[in-house]
């Protein structure tokens, strides 16, 4: 240890630990909580945008939706189609919402020169990884309570659980998958153009293809394994099969299947993001 007296009037004496040897050891977990108030309070800030206009949104496809194919008696997977298309809607918002808050929070302080903010911190890439991703998805949890609370007041929806692990389980998996999806996407993105493009020309089509409007069953073999290539397909029939009991996966083996390859999805795709903020790449140059 070293030993430097400071000019003050106490004439006391602070030591600083060699040069080269860590302060911090294992998790920062002042800095790294500090992180994820800092995400959590920048869309709280604007949550009439980042909350309930999701819920407004959402409310609005149920509405339309309902009207326009759910006449009085039309049931799928033996309910009615309003209470059978509810449990997609509030998942897919929350999906979007994730990816939406962790695309952000990166590519924002590239474009506005205060990436540095990010990047001085005494912060591991994983401390990093992990307060990004914890805020985004706490919005999706915020998103979707505020869907559900819209979508509760139509009438002739029920929001009862079957099984409400499902629920917790792959509503977490969903929102996690976007949120790494986002951050990977906030790291490669140059301007708010390569983000909307991501947005417009991958998220979306997979969430509206993705089974939330309509069981796979009626679509043509072809489409229909296609669709079972998509992982928002899973998400969104783990997730309804949680409120329902019924989904269009198949058996219980594929549900339990679907768990766990989505778990194994979310630890390579955190694997590569870490990589990539380890490595700096089009962040430090």
Known sequence: MTEMTPDDKTGGSIRFSPRGVPVIIGVNRVGLFALYMKEVRRFLKVQTQTIWAPAFTTLLFLVIFTVALGRQGREVLGVPFASFVAPGLIVMAMMQNAFANSSFSLLSGK?????????????????????????????????????????????????????????????????????????????????????????????????????????????????????????????????????????DMGPGTVLMAAAAGLLVLNAVLAAGVYALLRSGWKLKS
Do not use: C
Request: charged share 5%; aromatic share 12%.
């Open 111 to 247: 474009m506005q020169g205060t990436i540095i903010d990010l990047l001085m911190p005494p912060l591991s890439p994983g401390e990093l990884m992990a307060g990004i991703l914890a805020a985004a998805v706490t919005r999706a949890i915020a998103v979707g309570l505020a869907v559900a609370l819209a979508i509760a007041l139509w009438p002739g929806v029920s929001l009862a659980m079957t099984h409400p692990w499902a629920v917790v389980w792959f509503g977490l998996m969903g929102s996690l998958l976007l949120a790494t999806l986002g951050l990977a996407t906030s790291i490669w993105a140059e301007k708010f153009d390569h983000n909307a493009a991501v947005t417009n020309f991958i998220i979306a089509p997979l969430s509206l293809l993705s089974g939330t409007f309509y069981v796979i069953e009626n679509l043509d073999p072809v489409f229909q394994w296609v669709s079972r290539l998509n992982p928002f397909f899973y998400v969104i029939s783990g997730f309804r099969y949680g409120f329902l009991g019924a989904s």
